[in-house]
Structure formats: structure tokens, C-alpha cells
């Protein structure tokens, strides 16, 4: 079955550091890959995406993600973190492209150090 | 400007009322799904829906029921609810699988 994997639960950084999120997947062929960031109760804002082509995707907010086939991953960077960067994140896969769902990660709460 | 919305934002309300939560969306969508996620947690697929008079149940057993009377509507209605259903829930759509989702805001539900 297919699923995603986001390994880190929680992590915190400080303001102006580099952040990556991990995530992997479980899937036999190349699945749409999405990041969505989550702040504290609001709906997800799509950040990137990949489905195919260049395997480094820029996205809104400064982040941006490397699609890694033979590790069945696509994290999440950004060279320097805002304190407005925190938020949960997650990670999702699309495998049915006539149906369009998603699967997602459990996510990862980022929380940003002064 | 295309969009998808819900309302009401929040809603507490007693135990045994009847609930429907609104959800609508004017970029012309097939599909639609109905999310339920606890503070801090991940997301459960309750009801989705391909078009109209579409709708599945999802992975996550729900006593909530959805309708797909229109396109661009999708509501989601709780004959009785009860402190278990106390959650927020999300409504999302999508064009065709490699778009994503386009999320709405959420409805946070506190059944008391």
C-alpha cells in the first residue's frame, strides 16, 4: 500500500538558520509530490509541487524541494528560516491522478527560536 | 477570484443538534474531499466526492453524510452530534491529480 513517511514530529531551529524536513514514500512509480504548510487553525496552503521534470522545485515563501527517485524522497529546505516560517507542514503523494487523491504524512511541526 | 470556502469559521454547539457544515468552491472542481483533523494531528479522508451525485466514504469511519447536489457545493451534515465529533474539519478540491489541493479555511467544531 502506499503511504508517506514525514520521520521528524517536531523540530526547532533558529531564526536565520537553514531548515530541511524530511520525506519519503512508499509508491512503485514517480507520484505527484506536494508540500503543504499549516499555521495554527487554518486551512493548508499548497507550497510546491512535482510531477515531473526538473527533480529541484522552487515554491512560494522562499522553500523549495528535491524530488530523490532512488530514495523515494522529497524534502523540504529553506537556507534561512523566518520566525514566521513556523507552522506544521506536510508532506503528501498523489498516486491516482483520475482521482486525485492524496495521501499524507503525519506531519511536522516547525517551531522557530528567536 | 477563484476560492473555496467554508463556513461557519467556528461552532459550538450541544449535544443531539443536527449540523451541517458548508463548504463551496467556484474554480468548477470534480472532486472534492471532507478532511477531519484533531490540534496538532494528521489528516483523516471522511467523504469525497468525483462530481455530482458522486460521494464515497473515506478511509476514516464518519457518522457525518455529504451530498453533491452541485459542483460547486459540498456539505457535510451531522444528524446528532456528540463530544466525540468536537474536531476541525477540512474541505479541499482539485482539478485533476497533479493540481493538489485547493483547501478551505476549516470549520473548528466543539460539540458540548
Known amino acids: 500500500a502506499q503511504s508517506v513517511t514525514q520521520p521528524d514530529i517536531h523540530i526547532t531551529v533558529s531564526e536565520g538558520a537553514s531548515l530541511e524536513l524530511r520525506c519519503n514514500y512508499s509508491?512503485?512509480?514517480?507520484?505527484?509530490l506536494f508540500w503543504y504548510v499549516q499555521s495554527p487553525g487554518q486551512g493548508l496552503q499548497l507550497l510546491l509541487k512535482?510531477?515531473?521534470?526538473?527533480?529541484l522545485v522552487q515554491g512560494i515563501k522562499g522553500f523549495e524541494a528535491e524530488f530523490k527517485r532512488s530514495q523515494s524522497s522529497f524534502n523540504l529546505r529553506k537556507p534561512s528560516v523566518h520566525w514566521s516560517d513556523a507552522a506544521e507542514y506536510f508532506c503528501?503523494?498523489?498516486?491516482?491522478?483520475?482521482?486525485?487523491?492524496?495521501?499524507f504524512g503525519q506531519g511536522t511541526t516547525l517551531q522557530v527560536k528567536p | 477570484e477563484a476560492d473555496i470556502y467554508q463556513t461557519p469559521r467556528y461552532l459550538v454547539i450541544g449535544t443531539g443538534k443536527k449540523i451541517t457544515l458548508e463548504c463551496s468552491q467556484t474554480?468548477?472542481?470534480?472532486?472534492m474531499y471532507w478532511y477531519q483533523q484533531d490540534p496538532g494531528m494528521e489528516l483523516h479522508l471522511i467523504h469525497y466526492?468525483?462530481?455530482?451525485?458522486?460521494?464515497e466514504k473515506g478511509d476514516l469511519s464518519s457518522e457525518s453524510t455529504v451530498s453533491r447536489i452541485r459542483t460547486e457545493h459540498f456539505p457535510l451534515t451531522l444528524e446528532s452530534a456528540r463530544p466525540s465529533h468536537t474536531s476541525q474539519y477540512l474541505c479541499?478540491?482539485?482539478?485533476?491529480?497533479?493540481?493538489?489541493?485547493?483547501f478551505g479555511s476549516g470549520t473548528r467544531l466543539t460539540v458540548v
Open positions: 479541499a478540491s482539485t482539478g485533476t491529480g497533479r493540481d493538489g489541493y485547493t
Open positions: 509508491y512503485g512509480a514517480t507520484p505527484y
Open positions: 512535482y510531477f515531473s521534470g526538473d527533480t
Open positions: 503528501a503523494v498523489g498516486v491516482e491522478s483520475n482521482t486525485g487523491k492524496l495521501i
Open positions: 474554480m468548477g472542481h470534480d472532486k
Open positions: 466526492s468525483y462530481g455530482v451525485n458522486s460521494t
